[in-house]
Structures are given as structure tokens and as C-alpha cells.
């Protein structure tokens, strides 16, 4: 069964830091891009970050560029988001997806798994 | 405001044939396949269709998607009451090089 854990989360002060990690199994993780999406709360989905199978191709959304990193390690079968100087505005539930299809297919993806969330606040 | 536009609410009857719209532009929806995504409250999003019109393995038929030029849509047919929820549409955008949702539609069955 594949299977997405999401860990991390909890809160933190504006300007600090916090990794995220998530934990797969059931598939070839190093064949497949994996995603982070957000969802305030009460509020839609905002996407956040890819990285490829490889690691070679990463993407940031414009609202975390700069201040987030996706990384992630193929060999414990773990992806990351690495947060740092995080904003109020970045509180919310933050969910690890896989990719539908082996490969880094761009625009012909889907998100086919998602882990169940992990919720981060950022406050003082 | 989110790239791709969906109205806030849709509702029906059970046994009713409802859509849901998702409009975007040339750089998104105009030039990429469209998903869509169910989610329930407090739960995480479940792929609903991919690539237009594709249903995943365990999806009802009930469900179906279309695309037209820069518009695609959700059809839900004998809507039943466990099909309310939230349900969002999402794309690549060619001009951000990213992915982009859309706001959420919340579907009530009346």
C-alpha cells in the first residue's frame, strides 16, 4: 500500500525555523516527483514546491521562494521542506503528495497520493 | 485571488446532474491537462479526474470531466448525499512554471 507520513509540524516563531519530513513507502520513491501543498485554515489548496525524482528540478511558489527548500533523500525514502523565516501568513496544514506518473511530467501530472497533513502555526 | 476561477458553491437534488466550472487562461488550462480533487472535511484531498477526463482506479462513473479552450468542468451525475463536499480544480501554468488551484467549490446536496 502506499503510504505518505507527514512529521514536523507544530508551532513556531515568525522568523524561525521548522523541517518538515515525509516519510513514503508502498513505491519507487526516486522514480517519482513529489509535492508539498498547503491549505490555510478555512481556507483552498496553494501549492508550494516540487522536486523531482532525481532532486535536479525543484520549483517554489513565488509566495515562499527564497525562504523555503524541498529536498529530499532517496535513500530513506524521505522528502523535506526545509522552512525558514516563516510568516503568519504560511500557517496551515501542509501536505506531502506523490506524483501520478513516474518521471517528471510537468503539466501532464496529477496528484495522486496525499499523506494526511501536518499542521504548522507560525506565531509568538 | 486564485489563477483558476470556480464559483464558491454549487448545490442539487439528489438523483440531479450537477457541473462544477473551472475557468482559467491560454497558460493554464488553455495548454495543460485539468485535475480535479474531492476533499472532505478535515481530510486530505482525493484525486478525483486527472488529464481532462481520466477517473482513477475506485472512482464512480457518476463522476466525469471536460475541457474546452481556456474552461474545463466537473460533472457529477445521480448526485447522491455523501457528494457533498469541496472539490477543486488545478492545473500547470506554462507562464509561472508551477501548479495552480482554484478556489473550491462546495457542493451542497439540498
Known amino acids: 500500500e502506499v503510504q505518505l507520513v507527514e512529521s514536523g509540524g507544530g508551532l513556531v516563531q515568525p522568523g524561525g525555523s521548522l523541517r518538515l519530513s515525509c516519510s513514503a513507502s508502498?513505491?519507487?520513491?526516486?522514480?517519482?516527483?513529489m509535492h508539498w501543498v498547503r491549505q490555510a485554515p478555512g481556507k483552498g489548496l496553494e501549492y508550494v514546491s516540487l522536486i523531482s525524482g532525481s532532486g535536479g528540478t525543484t520549483y517554489y511558489a513565488d509566495s515562499v521562494k527564497g525562504r523555503f527548500t524541498i529536498s529530499r533523500d532517496n535513500s530513506k525514502n524521505t522528502l523535506y521542506l526545509q522552512m525558514s523565516s516563516p510568516r503568519p501568513e504560511d500557517t496551515a496544514v501542509y501536505y506531502c503528495?506523490?506524483?501520478?506518473?513516474?518521471?517528471?511530467?510537468?503539466?501532464?501530472?496529477?496528484?495522486?497520493?496525499w499523506g494526511q497533513g501536518t499542521m504548522v502555526t507560525v506565531s509568538s | 485571488q486564485s489563477v483558476l476561477t470556480q464559483p464558491p458553491s454549487a448545490s442539487g437534488t439528489p438523483g440531479q446532474r450537477v457541473t462544477i466550472s473551472c475557468s482559467g487562461s491560454s497558460s493554464n488550462i488553455g495548454s495543460n491537462t485539468v485535475n480535479w480533487y474531492q476533499q472532505f472535511p478535515g481530510t486530505a484531498p482525493k484525486l478525483l479526474i486527472f488529464?481532462?477526463?481520466q477517473r482513477p482506479s475506485g472512482v464512480p462513473d457518476r463522476f466525469s470531466g471536460s475541457k474546452s479552450g481556456t474552461s474545463a468542468s466537473l460533472a457529477i451525475s445521480g448526485l447522491q448525499s455523501e457528494d457533498e463536499t469541496d472539490y477543486y480544480c488545478?492545473?500547470?501554468?506554462?507562464?509561472?512554471?508551477?501548479?495552480?488551484f482554484g478556489g473550491g467549490t462546495k457542493l451542497t446536496v439540498l
Open positions: 488545478a492545473a500547470w501554468d506554462d507562464s509561472l512554471s508551477g501548479w495552480v
Open positions: 503528495v506523490k506524483s501520478y506518473s513516474p518521471g517528471f511530467q510537468g503539466g501532464r501530472d496529477a496528484f495522486e497520493i
Open positions: 488529464s481532462n477526463n
Open positions: 508502498g513505491f519507487t520513491f526516486r522514480s517519482y516527483t
